[in-house]
């Protein structure tokens, strides 16, 4: 099992910034791409950003300039910065990992969420 723990989430004036923190736990044994998905009231889960193992990055054209994503692989950590905040950007924001396991059986691929964490964005 993965378990991915999220932080940093809140209030904030239109114009702040933000930063989410992401750690992933458990018998991981390689992540290849981490990243973060917001969901809003009313609405599907969309991308947010991502990050690949060796940095490559996507960013949601909606938030390109203003969050930008990076990882330190040696703690199994992803971080999403995100300043110019607008009112739009209010949701729950979902760390998402994916890579390999390693379990008593043998390796196996893993899928996982986090728990969310709500950023309200204020006018």
């Known amino acids: 099992q993965v378990q991915l723990v999220e932080s940093g989430g809140g209030l904030v004036q239109a114009g702040g910034s933000l930063r989410l923190s992401c750690a992933a736990s458990?018998?991981?044994?390689?992540?290849?791409?981490m990243g973060w998905y917001r969901q809003a009231p009313g609405k599907q889960r969309t991308l947010v950003a991502t990050?690949?193992?060796?940095?490559?990055?996507n960013f949601a054209d909606s938030v390109k300039g203003r969050f930008t994503i990076s990882r330190d692989n040696a703690k199994n950590t992803v971080y999403l910065q995100m300043n110019s905040l607008k009112p739009e950007d209010t949701a729950v924001y979902y760390c998402?990992?994916?890579?390999?396991?390693?379990?008593?059986?043998?390796?196996?691929?893993?899928?996982?969420w986090g728990q969310g964490t709500q950023v309200t964005v204020s006018s």
């Open positions: 998402n990992a994916e890579g390999i396991l390693l379990r008593t059986t043998g390796w196996a691929n893993f899928d996982s």
């Open positions: 458990g018998s991981v044994f390689s992540i290849n791409t």
């Open positions: 990050i690949t193992s060796g940095g490559s990055t």
